[in-house]
């Protein structure tokens, strides 16, 4: 069995390296994840899906460090910062992805090189 960090190669070729004992775990995990997210913010099931009146989205009260805005117009700042570098993020993985399917290098690879 080849775990995840036993994976070689570029990011591209790694999912289908990994094999039986790694994927069941982490299904579990984003299962037990998703419902509790469900669980705070929907109403109980049974016809519409309808959200919680006290629920507000993305809020699921974790917050040890008390890092959450409390005033209105920080938490809207904060909120498009975090959508906004969410995009970059995903912008950046997009061109990441495509260079390994170009050359099937990893990112490093290309570092190293320069």
């Known amino acids: ?25 982490l299904l579990i995990a984003i299962g037990l994840a998703e419902t509790y997210r469900v669980a705070v913010g929907w109403a109980t099931p049974g016809g519409d899906a309808v959200l919680k009146e006290s629920y507000d989205m993305g809020n699921l009260g974790f917050d040890p460090l008390g890092l959450f ?7 809207k700042d904060v909120q498009t910062k975090e ?7 995903m ?22 090189a320069v």
């Open 69 to 75: 805005p409390t005033n209105p117009t920080e938490l």
């Open 91 to 112: 912008i950046a993985i997009a061109g990441f992805t495509v260079q390994e399917l170009i050359d099937h290098k990893g990112i490093f690879e290309h570092i190293n």
């Open 1 to 25: 069995m080849i775990s995840a960090a036993h994976a070689t190669g570029p990011a591209i070729d790694q999912f289908q390296q990994i094999q039986q004992g790694f994927w069941e775990p």
């Open 83 to 89: 959508f906004n570098n969410g995009r970059l993020a």
